[in-house]
């Protein structure tokens, strides 16, 4: 059975003090390692997609990198407004289905 | 280029009740799959539909049902409903049917409260 695990469950950060969230995962046949931003009462956003270790992504202050065993969010200077739920999602080949499975997010809050 | 829309935003039912929630895919996609979220929790996989057709299914007993239309837009049948089905359900659309590993859209969620 795949499973997601998220570091920290929530993190309070000062403007501009970068940060990193972890996603650890445990799957047989990795497929895609998804990043989804959660606001409150709102339905996930898409951020990344990782196919492979070793893979890096990026998307303003946002960077997102890929291992054989988790994957990291590093936050560069970030602000108020990047305040939000991260999720963490993968999908594999599992008994031939490719159920996605979610990790439960980190709860990120930055002060100005 | 609308998104996912899903409908109604907030529903409040009680126990035994049966509940439909609608969803219509971001245009273009043909795919749709359902997802629960219980409150601090990540979304758990309900089921994906594809070419009108159950394609995949997650650990949610048969009181759980679905059904996609030609339009590719899906609805989500929940019968005989306990409090533990309080929850945001959230539709996510995608391309490329099964298997496929693309990112997915998602709606913005119907809350059931379920009293």
């Known amino acids: 059975e795949d499973q997601v695990t998220q570091s920290p469950e929530a993190l309070r950060l000062q403007e501009g003090e970068s940060s990193s969230l972890n996603c650890s995962y445990t799957?047989?046949?990795?497929?895609?390692l998804f990043w989804y931003r959660q606001d409150p009462g709102k339905g996930p956003e898409f951020l990344f997609t990782?196919?492979?270790a070793g893979e890096e992504k990026e998307k303003e202050r946002l960077k997102a990198t890929l291992t054989k065993k988790e994957s990291f969010l590093h936050i560069t200077a970030p602000k108020p407004e990047d305040s939000a739920t991260y999720l963490c999602?993968?999908?594999?080949?599992?008994?031939?289905?490719?159920?996605?499975?979610f990790g439960r997010g980190t709860s990120l809050i930055v002060h100005p | 280029d609308a998104g996912v829309t899903q409908s109604p935003t907030h529903l409040i039912k009680t126990r035994g009740q049966q509940v439909t929630l609608r969803c219509s895919p971001k245009s273009g996609h043909d795919t749709v799959s359902w997802y629960q979220q219980a409150l601090g929790q990540g979304p758990q996989f309900i089921f994906q539909y594809y070419e009108e057709e159950e394609r995949q299914r997650g650990n949610f007993p048969d009181r759980f049902s679905g059904h996609q239309f030609p339009n590719y837009s899906s609805e989500l049948n929940v019968n005989a409903l306990l409090l533990g089905d309080s929850a945001l359900y959230l539709c996510?659309?995608?391309?490329f049917g099964q298997g496929s590993n693309q990112p997915q859209h998602f709606g913005d969620g119907t809350r059931l409260s379920i009293l």
């Open positions: 999602a993968v999908q594999s080949l599992s008994g031939g289905s490719y159920i996605p499975t």
């Open positions: 799957v047989s046949g990795l497929r895609g």
């Open positions: 990782l196919y492979s």
């Open positions: 996510a659309s995608s391309l």
